[in-house]
Nanobody, 116 residues
């Protein structure tokens, strides 16, 4: 059983920054890959960034130069979001999995709203 607790969302003006955190509990095998997805109103859920236990990262192209994913210990992942844009507004979900091909487990989501 995996439990994920997210924090750090909120309202920020365009150009501002937010840092999302996600702390997980459960068997460490389920934390080989950690990441963040987001879902905006009327849109599909999409990958934002992932990071493996070894530190390999993957980013959505539109956030590559503005967001940084990192992890601490085995079960904590962060998403530093800089130069935020209104189009970054979405519910952000923490995701962990044994591999990138696994369905994984999801957090409850945290709202990020960027005003213009």
């Amino acid at each position: 059983q995996v439990k994920l607790v997210e924090s750090g969302g909120g309202l920020v003006q365009a150009g501002g920054s937010l840092r999302l955190s996600c702390v997980g509990s459960g068997s460490i095998i389920f934390f080989n890959v950690m990441g963040w997805y987001r879902k905006a109103p009327g849109k599909e859920r999409e990958l934002v960034a992932t990071i493996t236990r070894g530190g390999t990262t993957n980013y959505k192209d539109s956030v590559k130069d503005r967001f940084t994913i990192s992890r601490k210990i085995t079960n904590t992942v962060f998403l530093q979001m800089n130069s935020l844009k209104p189009e970054d507004t979405a519910v952000y979900y923490c995701w962990v999995a044994a591999s990138t091909q696994s369905s994984g487990s999801w957090g409850q989501g945290t709202q990020v709203t960027v005003s213009s």
